[in-house]
């Protein structure tokens, strides 16, 4: 079955870094795009980044020129590097194939940023 093992989450200080790693099985991953998502308590899941198959990369607002994203077809794995790292950066993160029906996400890697 499809799943997501997403680790490399931390506490880390403002400014510090972090590498986010998601290895994910079941499918053939090599043709859906690839997604980081974050989520705090009370509010809806957020997409951070997402890299299509060629490895382009779209980013939302609050972390472009921060954060990157890529994915490596030979391990089945996506990556989110993270920079410069804020306390609103603060959540578990979450990745996912872009495209499942019904969405599937694994149990997440937590970040916390201490300011």
């Known amino acids: 079955q499809v799943q997501f093992v997403e680790s490399g989450g931390g506490l880390v200080q403002s400014g510090g870094s972090l590498r986010l790693s998601c290895v994910a099985t079941?499918?053939?991953?090599?043709?859906?795009?690839m997604a980081w998502y974050r989520q705090v308590p009370e509010k809806a899941r957020e997409m951070v980044a997402i890299?299509?198959?060629?490895?382009?990369?779209v980013y939302e607002k609050s972390v472009k020129g921060r954060f990157k994203i890529s994915r490596d077809d030979a391990s089945n794995t996506v990556y989110l590097q993270m920079n410069n790292l804020k306390p609103e950066d603060t959540a578990i993160y979450y990745c996912?194939?872009?495209?499942?029906?019904?969405?599937?996400w694994g149990q997440g890697t937590q970040v916390t940023v201490a300011s």
């Open positions: 996912t194939a872009d495209g499942l029906h019904p969405p599937i």
């Open positions: 890299v299509s198959i060629d490895g382009a990369a």
């Open positions: 079941g499918f053939e991953f090599g043709r859906y795009e």
